[in-house]
C-alpha cells in the first residue's frame, strides 16, 4: 500500500472528550474513526490489525474442533425472559427496540441463549456431543460509561465460544484444551508474558470463572498475582481460603492493575435446565447438556495492546499483527531515490514481504514522525546517500539505532 | 470436514410459516438457522458460502483501488437530521434504541451519512481525492414483512462501497468501472448470464440510478429487458422516451421478474452539501465532493443463487461458492471401504480440494439424498464394488450420470 492511495492520513485533532490513551493514538494515526463515546469505526489501517487478531484466534479456535458459525444481532424477547436476563433491571446494558408489530427485539449483547436454544435443533443423542462452536461477533452494549477508548465499547467484536458436553468430565476436557488454546493465542499476540490466568468469581453458576488478565494501568481490574507461578486471584474472590486451596504464599503475591482480554466459565446444566436442552444418554435417559461459555474481546486487545506496546512517539505493534511489517519512507522527491524505493518496493511485494511506502511528497520529519506513531515493526529510509552506497537505512521501532544493510541483509532480515 | 465432527446435519422439520424456497432448503440442510422472520444465523456450512461471495467482491473491489474499513452500526441521530432522513415519517426501516442519559441512536439500515461525514477528517484539497471505501456490514432494516428468506431480511450483509471524487468527469469514470467490476462479480457468482444491468429510479439526486437484476420468480421487481443488449429497464422508469433512449425496440423487450442484487447510485454533490463535504481544487477555491453509492446484498445473492440452482433434490451451488467442491461418502462401514476413503480424503485434502466426508454410519440413501440436498459440485462414492475395482464413483450435482475413475483421473479432474 502507498500512503498516496490511502484516504486516511495522520492528524493531530483528535476529540477533547477523548481521554484514553489507546483511541487517541488510534485516532492520531487514521486507524479508527469516532463515532461517539465507545463506538468506533476500524479505517483500513485498524481493520488490517482486526483480521490479523482474529486470523490468529480463528486458527486456534479451529485447532480444538471450534466450528465457525454467526449468530444475528437481533434477538428474541422470549428467550431472555426463560432465563430470566430480560428485564432492565437483571441486565443494565440491553439496548431495546420494536419491530412494526410492537413485538420488542433486543441487540445482542451475548449469545449464550441464542445458541443454545439453536442447539436444541441440532442435539439429540450422546452421540452429537461434544460440539464447541465459535463466532466473531459484534456486541453492542449499551454501557453507562465509555471512556476507555476501544477497551470498552458501546459496540465491539468480541470471539465468543459455547461447548457443549454430556458429562462434568468431557466439559472439564474441553475447558482445559480452551485455556492451552487461549494462553497460545495471547503467547501469539505477544501480550502472554504479561496475561495471567486468573481465579474469579463464578457467580450464580459455579464457584469460580477464570479470566485472562493483562497487566497494564489503564485496565479497570485489580489482581493478586504470582510471578513464577503465573496465576492470579481477582480482588472480587480474592481471601485466604482460596490463597491457600492454590497454594500460594500472600506474601510472595503482587496487586496490580490488569485488564480482562478473556474469560472461561462454566455453565454445568443450569443454562440447558433453563431452555430445555436435553440428550438421550447411552441408558436411554435424558439428561441435561453441560454447557461452557469463553470469550475474547478482540478490539479490547487491540486496544490493550496499544496500551502496553506505545511509547511518547507512537504504537508499535507485535510484528504478528502489525498492519504492515515495514514503514519504506524516501527521503526527497530526487528521480534516483524515488526510483530506489520503486525498486524495493516491488521487491518486498514479491518477497511476500507486507510494506506500507510513505510515497507522498513531505518533509523527511513528517515521515519519521508517521513511521514512529503507526508503529510498523521495520522502518526503511531510502536518502541519496543510502542509494549512493546501494544499501539501505533499516531500524526497528523498538530500538534506537540504525543499521544500513544491503539488499541481501535486508532479505534476510525480513523475508522469513 | 468430517459429517461426524459437524454439529449440524439435515433436517426435514423447518418453521411452519417459512414460505420461500431458498430459507426451506438452506434450513433443511442446516445452513442457517432462523431467529425470526428474516433473521437468520449462518452455521458453518453457510458462513462458508458468505465467506466465499465476500471474498470474491473483496478481490474485485480491491482490484479498482477500493479501500476496505468497516463502520458502525450505532448511529448519531444529528447526522441523519441533517440529511432529513431520521424522522419515522421519511424512512420507516429504522431501529432506533436510546443511550443511557435518554440520547436517541439508530442502527444503522445504510452508511452513506457516516462515511461522508467521517471524511470531512480526510478530504481538504483536491489532492486527497478521488477516494473509494467499503465495508461489509450487517444492516438492520425494520422490515414490515419479511418473507423472501434470506433474499430480504431484517439483519443481512451488504458490500456497500462509496466513492469520493473532485469533479463530475472523475465521478462519470469510477462509476463505469465500479459497473465493470460488478458485472465481473456477477459472471465469477454464476449468475452473470442472469443478471442484468438495468435503468432505475433515480430519486432526487439524479434522473437514472443503475440496479443490477437478476432474473428469478422469487425477485419482487419487474424489469423490462433485451436479451442482446443485455440491458434492462426497470418497470418505474419504463416507458417510450427511455426506450429510444437506450436506443432498445419495444418489441424485442421481454417482461421478466427479477431480484435486485446490487445498485449503483450517483449522488452528485448533493449529499455533501447537506453534510458539508468541500474541497480546495487547483484554483484554491472550495467545491462540494461528488458522491456515489455502490451496493451488493452479500446474504441476497446467496438466496437468489439458491433460487436458480436448485431442483427438487437440493442445492447446486456454482463451484466457486460451494461450501466444499466434494460430497465424500462411503457405503456400509466395511474397513476396507473406510479406508479407502480415509485415503481418498486425505489425497484430496493435500491436493487442495476442499473436501467434506459424510463418514457417518447411516443408510445409502440417507447419504444420496444430503449430498443432493447440500449441493456441493461433486459427490464421490466408495463402495465394495468401487475399492475392488480400484476406481472411485464421480457424479456432478448437475449431472445425472455417474462414472468410475481411476485416482489419476480422479484429481485430474478436480484439482484444477
Known amino acids: 500500500?502507498?500512503?498516496?492511495?490511502?484516504?486516511?492520513?495522520s492528524t493531530k485533532e483528535i476529540p477533547s472528550d477523548e481521554t484514553s490513551k489507546n483511541a487517541q493514538l488510534l485516532l492520531r494515526a487514521g486507524f479508527i474513526s469516532k463515532e461517539m463515546a465507545g463506538v468506533y469505526a476500524y479505517l483500513p489501517l485498524g481493520l488490517r490489525v482486526i483480521e490479523k487478531i482474529k486470523a490468529i484466534v480463528r486458527e486456534e479456535m479451529n485447532a480444538i474442533d471450534g466450528q465457525e458459525i454467526i449468530m444475528t444481532s437481533l434477538q428474541q424477547k422470549e428467550l431472555w425472559e426463560k432465563t430470566d436476563r430480560w428485564d432492565d433491571e437483571k441486565v443494565d446494558i440491553w439496548f431495546k427496540s420494536a419491530l412494526k408489530n410492537g413485538t420488542e427485539v433486543g441487540f445482542g449483547w451475548s449469545h449464550e441463549e441464542q445458541i443454545t436454544n439453536m442447539m436444541r435443533n441440532f442435539v439429540h443423542s450422546y452421540k452429537d456431543l461434544p460440539q464447541s462452536m465459535y463466532q466473531f461477533q459484534t456486541k453492542l452494549r449499551n454501557e453507562l460509561r465509555a471512556k476507555s477508548g476501544i477497551m470498552r465499547g458501546r459496540e465491539f467484536v468480541m470471539k465468543d465460544m459455547y461447548t457443549y458436553a454430556h458429562s462434568d468430565e468431557e466439559h472439564q476436557k474441553?475447558?482445559?484444551?480452551?485455556?492451552?488454546?487461549?494462553?497460545?493465542?495471547?503467547?501469539?499476540?505477544?501480550?502472554?508474558?504479561?496475561?495471567?490466568?486468573?481465579?474469579?468469581?463464578?457467580?450464580?453458576?459455579?464457584?469460580?470463572?477464570?479470566?485472562?488478565?493483562?497487566?497494564?494501568?489503564?485496565?479497570?481490574?485489580?489482581?493478586?498475582?504470582?510471578?513464577?507461578?503465573?496465576?492470579?486471584?481477582?480482588?472480587?474472590?480474592?481471601?485466604?481460603?482460596?490463597?491457600?486451596?492454590?497454594?500460594?504464599?500472600?506474601?510472595?503475591?503482587?496487586?496490580?492493575?490488569?485488564?480482562?482480554?478473556?474469560?472461561?466459565?462454566?455453565?454445568?446444566?443450569?443454562?440447558?435446565?433453563?431452555?430445555?436442552?436435553?440428550?438421550?444418554?447411552?441408558?436411554?435417559?435424558?439428561?441435561?447438556?453441560?454447557?461452557?461459555?469463553?470469550?475474547?474481546g478482540i478490539t479490547r486487545l487491540m486496544g490493550v495492546i496499544v496500551e502496553l506496546f506505545s511509547d511518547e512517539k507512537g504504537m508499535v505493534w507485535p510484528e504478528s499483527i502489525a498492519p504492515y511489517k515495514v514503514y519504506l519512507a524516501q527521503l526527497g522527491q530526487d528521480k534516483v531515490v524515488l526510483d530506489a524505493a520503486k525498486r524495493l518496493y516491488d521487491i518486498l511485494i514479491k518477497n511476500n514481504v507486507e510494506v506500507f511506502w510513505d510515497d507522498r511528497d513531505a518533509r523527511p520529519g513528517e515521515k519519521f514522525s508517521d513511521a514512529d506513531l503507526y508503529g510498523f515493526p521495520y522502518r526503511i529510509v531510502i536518502s541519496q546517500n543510502t542509494t549512493k552506497a546501494n544499501e539501505y537505512e533499516v531500524k526497528r521501532r523498538d530500538q534506537q539505532e540504525a543499521n544500513n544493510l544491503t539488499i541481501d541483509e535486508l532479505l534476510n532480515l525480513l523475508a522469513r
Open 174 to 296: 474441553i475447558y482445559d484444551k480452551v485455556t492451552q488454546a487461549y494462553l497460545k493465542i495471547f503467547d501469539r499476540l505477544g501480550v502472554g508474558d504479561k496475561t495471567y490466568l486468573t481465579y474469579a468469581s463464578g457467580g450464580a453458576f459455579t464457584e469460580f470463572s477464570h479470566e485472562f488478565q493483562t497487566i497494564t494501568d489503564a485496565g479497570e481490574d485489580i489482581v493478586y498475582l504470582d510471578e513464577s507461578k503465573k496465576l492470579a486471584i481477582n480482588e472480587e474472590v480474592y481471601n485466604d481460603e482460596i490463597i491457600s486451596r492454590l497454594s500460594l504464599n500472600k506474601k510472595t503475591l503482587k496487586k496490580v492493575k490488569t485488564a480482562e482480554v478473556g474469560n472461561i466459565f462454566s455453565f454445568g446444566t443450569a443454562k440447558s435446565k433453563q431452555l430445555d436442552l436435553k440428550f438421550t444418554n447411552k441408558e436411554g435417559k435424558e439428561e441435561y447438556v453441560v454447557l461452557g461459555s469463553y470469550g475474547i
Open 1 to 9: 500500500m502507498k500512503a498516496t492511495q490511502l484516504f486516511t492520513h
